[in-house]
């Protein structure tokens, strides 16, 4: 089992930036992918970012590609979202997730742990 919990989310200006953490605890957190999901009022969630166990391989959403950056620190048990260049559209709940499989994925499918949320606002 592994518990995640998420922090850092606020209220910034459009074109500010912010940076949203996930701690872990429970099981190993060094040996599975880790992802950052978001869902705004209305849609559906969707995939952000996700990174490899080792940090080395990391992919993107389009829709942020350029402006944020995932990483993490295996010794804290910690990822992070550094968000840059904010736009209102980014406004959402982020949710840090946890996988178990080594191939960085995109689904929310393969991710079978998630925290409860942090809450981003990007004002116009």
């Known amino acids: 089992q592994v518990q995640l919990v998420e922090s850092g989310g606020g209220l910034v200006q459009a074109g500010g930036s912010l940076r949203v953490s996930c701690v872990a605890s429970g099981r190993t957190f060094s040996s599975g992918i880790m992802g950052w999901f978001r869902q705004a009022p209305g849609k559906e969630r969707e995939f952000v970012a996700a990174?490899?166990?080792?940090?080395?391989?990391?992919l993107y959403a389009d829709s942020v590609k350029g402006r944020f950056a995932i990483s993490r620190d295996n010794a804290k048990n910690t990822v992070y979202l550094q968000m840059n260049n904010l736009k209102p559209g980014d406004t959402a709940n982020y949710y840090c997730?946890?996988?178990?499989?080594?191939?960085?994925?995109?689904?929310?499918?393969?991710?079978?742990?998630w925290g409860q949320g942090t809450r981003v606002t990007v004002s116009s």
């Open positions: 990174i490899s166990w080792s940090g080395g391989y990391t």
């Open positions: 997730a946890a996988g178990s499989t080594g191939v960085v994925r995109t689904s929310a499918n393969w991710y079978a742990y």
